[in-house]
């Protein structure tokens, strides 16, 4: 079994700042592409930053400049530092990694999501 355990979500006034935390645990033997998206209600889900498997990192264009992901592999965690946020940043967010465990393929998981609400 692997999980996903998204913490830092919660609200925010305009301007402040949040930092998501996703840590994967279970019979892991490697973490590859991990990112962040996010829903809104009434919306589809999104991309908002990617790091692929040796490749470079990318994100969706309204958040350049003010998010940062990153990865502990040795912790087998993953962040999204969201910075300057705006009431349109408000939505649940969700981590997603490709993860291979022993004795099985690699495949996607998903964390459960957490709510961001960015409001005065």
């Known amino acids: 079994q692997v999980q996903l355990v998204e913490s830092g979500g919660g609200l925010v006034q305009p301007g402040g700042s949040l930092r998501l935390s996703c840590a994967a645990s279970?019979?892991?033997?490697?973490?590859?592409?991990v990112g962040w998206y996010r829903q809104a209600p009434g919306k589809q889900r999104e991309l908002v930053a990617f790091?692929?498997?040796?490749?470079?990192?990318n994100y969706v264009d309204s958040v350049k400049g003010r998010f940062t992901i990153s990865r502990d592999n040795a912790k087998n965690t993953v962040y999204l530092q969201m910075n300057s946020l705006k009431p349109e940043d408000t939505a649940v967010y969700f981590c997603?990694?490709?993860?291979?465990?022993?004795?099985?393929?690699?495949?996607?998981?998903w964390g459960q999501g957490t709510q961001v609400t960015v409001s005065s």
């Open positions: 790091i692929p498997s040796g490749g470079i990192t």
């Open positions: 997603y990694a490709e993860i291979k465990r022993y004795g099985f393929p690699t495949r996607g998981y």
């Open positions: 279970g019979s892991i033997s490697s973490i590859n592409a």
